[in-house]
């Protein structure tokens, strides 16, 4: 069994609609349990789960959202 995983994911928030396509592409895929969003200085997406490909959403932000999405970390949830 795989650890749960904290991945967090530094991308511009423009507008609701990008929030929105951001939101979709996040929960739907593979082994997320719960995406969330953070304004602390810079916008990023805090996503948990199992087993998710953080390089693969990330890379799926980036083609579909923003071109400047940038993985900042992958940890265990404790």
């Known amino acids: 069994m795989t650890a749960m995983q904290k991945i967090e994911i530094e991308v511009p928030l423009h507008c609701g609609r990008c929030k929105k396509k951001i939101m979709s592409i996040c929960t739907t895929a593979d082994g997320v349990c719960s995406v969330s969003f953070q304004r602390e200085g810079k916008d990023k997406v805090v996503i ?3 087993g998710v490909d ?6 799926c932000l980036r083609e579909k959202v923003n071109k400047y ?10």
Do not use: F, M, R
């Open 54 to 59: 953080a390089a693969g959403v990330t890379a």
């Open 69 to 78: 999405a940038k993985l900042i970390s992958v940890a265990k949830d404790t």
């Open 48 to 50: 948990k789960g199992e």
